[in-house]
């Protein structure tokens, strides 16, 4: 019998002892057999690791616990960025307002036309892109002062023009 017969030997009668702790890490009979079939896995791609005459349990387990940190890691990351499956099937196109949106932007965009250049830039520096006045003054190479009110004129400008008046 060979160093790897003996190995897969020992590997198989693991499988029992795998299986219960991933079931303990992961709670789940379906997430433990992945876990444990994933550990096989790695400990076979991994065989040159293994040191004999050390213990194989301890190997495999800590394999086994590795690869349940990063799952856990993984669902953590994927639970903070993606809304549940459910959350879909309560979510709607509302065509109208869609089209109400597009009619409002390109007013907007018309009224931004026939603004000047210098409030143009202006405006859109910071009531688009959200650079501060510092910053905006500091990529249009001008004082703070002149950003300033090249921004009040534009805004109230743009507010004229959309029909909102000054005031606001």
Known sequence: MTAN????DALGMMLPRLRRFAFSLSRSPADADDLAAQAVERA??????FMPGTRLDSWLFRITRNLWIDEARSRQRKAAWEAPPEEG????????AAIEQSA????VMRAMGQLPDEQREV???IMIE?????????ALGLPIGTVSSRLVRGRN???ASLGAGADT
Not at 5 to 8: P, V
């Open 5 to 8: 017969d003996e190995f897969a």
């Open 89 to 96: 099937e309560r979510q709607g196109f509302d065509g109208a």
């Open 44 to 49: 076979l791609r991994s065989r040159a690791q």
């Open 123 to 125: 405006v859109a520096l």
């Open 130 to 138: 959200g650079l501060g006045y510092r910053e905006a003054a500091e």
């Open 104 to 107: 409002e932007l390109a007013t």
């Open 157 to 159: 400008a743009l507010l």
